[in-house]
């Protein structure tokens, strides 16, 4: 049979233009992707690109504060949001159109229109025309999910956050994940009060318990209001303003209230189930090793199979899709040692196992310290950082690095080179220390701290 197209990609995310791009471009392939909303999805939209802009606008306030420790006679001024907004969504303007680039650059036909699958070889568009391909491609991403209580729709979620008309004076953030962790820093850093309540006994759930600790302490420090064990009960409008009823027994009016409860797969109403594609209790779309559903013209790839919701990952899962079905070599995603970063003030780096999680798996000895950097103490600051290395003690191997620091994530994506590797703790001891930087000790350890 005769098709429109090999390759019909759903979703203009980070996963799905790279799979459109390298299947047209480098593989050959007829490619034509959907997209209702803006080119770039989640990450370079309303997710990873601005969030990250907003961390280097929020860090300035510090950063003149400690010049003036270092002798510049200058004084913070007022943070000019409008200014700022300004100046971001033309930013995001300018990468959409360099993701439209890509796309026509390399020959896919892109349809700006929202496509649903009528059946394993054909999707319809918004305005009822219908395209067949060989193969399907669903990377729909998620989009921010939150319970519904009496007032929830007083919330907004992380995807609104962007576009506020101005900034609120007062907030509540809610949720104790990345997203509630980088905004509660962000608008603490731009001048915001900010409250936040985690329903939880301590923020970042998963991580390694040291690290997440020390976040949380300096995000105190900072002047973040946290509240651990505590929810909201329900919300009603009070003028523009929201009055919240806390679990805790608060009774609060915040300006803005937002919600980072989490996020959901974006499959609703895509026609899938009815084809026989396995969605999980999320909605999430069930796949195998090569992100193939089960139908088996139908892959899927990103956030949309609520894997590991990142997107280099939803990179990485297109690529190996290509490889998979255009180049007929058979690549499953490497879902093993992905180092991360969350962008709260400190950051925190982190790849493969948290102490706890190593422990529980076999015999380790913990290497770690803490203490105040030399560039913020010198400003007076009594903010502390973490270098941590979870080690086997059978085979010496380093199961997990942690590090809490100014520019972790810079440092994790090399540290997670060496544990990709195999890397052992004598490995670590040989590389000669850089001097004087804070990861420097993450070579110079001698002594364990625990045993476990
Ligand atoms: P997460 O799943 O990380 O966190 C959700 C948080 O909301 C948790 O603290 C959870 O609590 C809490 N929560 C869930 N449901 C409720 C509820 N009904 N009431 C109160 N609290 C609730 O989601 P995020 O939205 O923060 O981020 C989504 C994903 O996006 C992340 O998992 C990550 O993969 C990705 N991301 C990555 C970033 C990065 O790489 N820097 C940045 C931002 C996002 P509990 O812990 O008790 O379940």
Excluded at 69 to 74: A, L, M, P, Q, R
Aim: hydrophobic share 40%; with cysteine.
């Amino acid at each position: 049979m005769d098709f429109d197209y090999d390759l019909f990609v759903i979703g203009g995310g980070s996963g799905g233009v790279r799979a459109a791009r390298v299947a047209a471009g480098e593989a050959g392939a007829r490619v034509a992707l959907a997209e209702e909303d803006r080119y770039g999805g989640t990450c370079v939209i309303r997710g990873c690109v601005p969030k990250k802009l907003m961390v280097f606008a929020s860090e300035y306030a510090g950063m003149v504060e400690d010049a003036q420790s270092y002798g510049w006679d200058i004084k913070p001024g007022a943070f000019d949001w409008t200014s700022f907004k300004g100046k971001l969504h033309a930013e995001l303007d300018r990468l959409e159109n360099i993701y439209r680039g890509i796309l026509k650059n390399n020959g896919v036909e892109s349809f700006d229109q929202r496509a649903t699958v009528v059946d394993p070889h054909t999707v319809e568009l918004a305005d009822g025309t219908r395209k067949t391909a060989k193969h399907i491609l669903i990377a729909t991403g998620g989009t921010p999910s939150i319970a519904e209580f009496p007032g929830s729709d007083l919330a907004i979620s992380s995807n609104e956050v962007f576009h506020l008309d101005a900034l609120p004076e007062k907030m509540l953030i809610v949720g104790g994940g990345y997203i509630a962790c980088e905004f509660a820093c962000i608008m603490n850093g731009l001048g915001v009060e900010v409250t936040q309540y985690y329903r939880g006994a301590q923020i970042l759930r998963g991580f390694d318990e040291e690290a997440r600790g020390l976040v949380s302490e300096e995000m105190c420090q900072n002047g973040v209001n946290l509240h651990l064990g505590t929810n909201v009960l329900e919300m009603s409008a009070e003028g523009d303003k929201v009055r919240v009823k806390a679990t805790n027994g608060d009774e609060t009016v915040f300006d803005k209230v937002m919600f980072a409860t989490g996020r959901k797969p974006n499959t609703d109403g895509l026609g899938l189930e009815a084809l026989g594609v396995e969605l999980g209790r999320k909605g999430e779309v069930k796949v195998d090793e090569y992100s193939q559903t089960a139908v088996p013209s139908i892959y899927a790839i990103g956030d949309v199979t609520d894997r590991v919701n990142l997107t280099p990952v939803a990179i990485r899962e297109g690529m190996a899709f290509v490889e998979t079905v255009f180049r007929g070599n058979p690549t499953p995603v490497d879902h093993a040692l992905i180092p991360t970063a969350i962008f709260t003030q400190p950051e925190m780096g982190t790849v493969g196992l948290s102490e706890e999680e190593a422990a529980e798996q076999e015999e380790i000895e913990v290497y770690a310290t803490s203490f105040k950097p030399m560039q913020q103490a010198f400003a007076g600051r009594s903010q502390r950082v973490l270098m941590k290395l979870v080690v086997s003690k059978a085979t010496r191997k380093v199961l997990g690095c942690h590090i809490v620091a100014p520019g972790a994530g810079e440092m994790i994506q090399l540290a997670g080179i060496a544990v990709k590797m195999g890397a052992t703790k004598e490995d670590f001891d040989r590389t000669v220390a850089v001097h004087p930087t804070m990861s420097e000790e993450l070579v110079t350890m001698r002594q364990p701290v625990r045993r476990l």
